[in-house]
């Protein structure tokens, strides 16, 4: 039994998907804790088993266990990528599972025939700018009224996602968890948003996307720009996200961690202009 250890970050649990893939194919039992369980959900192999983390007591005990005979092979996932923070997050993955020579792939999710299923009959986008509380991943300048202006006259209608219904640009869905996340981007048209978890379900079912991104550098975060647009600001400092081993990333060196940094003031010109490339690869 293989024991894979991703608690949080739902982006980053779906990364650990080609981890467990790999490891299946091997005929090995995975155990996979994590807080979001429904990641894998539907998942075509026997050999996995799914948990959610357990007390801080339990998981001292457990330490223990090889020392009393019991073989037992842990794969850390949290802080894997953040201790080696300039390459991608599942190099940096299989680097902590010792998996190698396996060429990188983008996670899989396996959605039900329900799931499947059309909910809205309208053609959409889905649309994501909650509120990052770390100012370099955040979005700024951009006049979003004019932008679902734009994206209504392409004749998408605009679903926004939005943990708590704040700054409104068009309707607000209420997914109840990430599952109908899943299915609600699956079948959009088209992807905008924050690099988040979202982004991420759109990369997968390639989806096409304009990904704001601030410090972050997209090349580790994204295996490719396939019918995505990354929208990130220059700075004199681009992707100082990685030059610390942290989960949070570093403070803007221009502003600190109040200020609007350089890298996340976007415009609005800048966004249209983005949408408009995208234009010939959305399903009208």
Known sequence: MIHIYRANA??????AEPVVRYLV?????VNVITNYPEVFQNYPSPYLLLNKPIPKWKKNLLKALPFLGFSKRIIKLDMAYEKTP??????AYFKAADIKNESLSLPKIYLSEEEKKRLIPEKYVVLHIDKNPLNHRNIYGVNWKEVVKYIQGLGLKVIQISKNGDELYGEWYKTRDMREVMSLVYNASLFVGLDSGPSHIAGCFQIPSAIFFGSVNPEFRHLDNKNKIFLQQPCEYAGCYHEVISSRGKDCRLVGAEGIPKCSL???????????????????
């Open 10 to 15: 739902f982006g980053d649990v779906l990364w």
């Open 25 to 29: 194919s091997k005929n090995q039992y």
């Open 86 to 91: 300039k390459i991608h997050v599942l190099k």
């Open 266 to 284: 976007h415009t609005t010109e800048h966004v249209l202009s983005a949408l408009k490339q995208l234009s010939s690869q959305i399903e009208l």
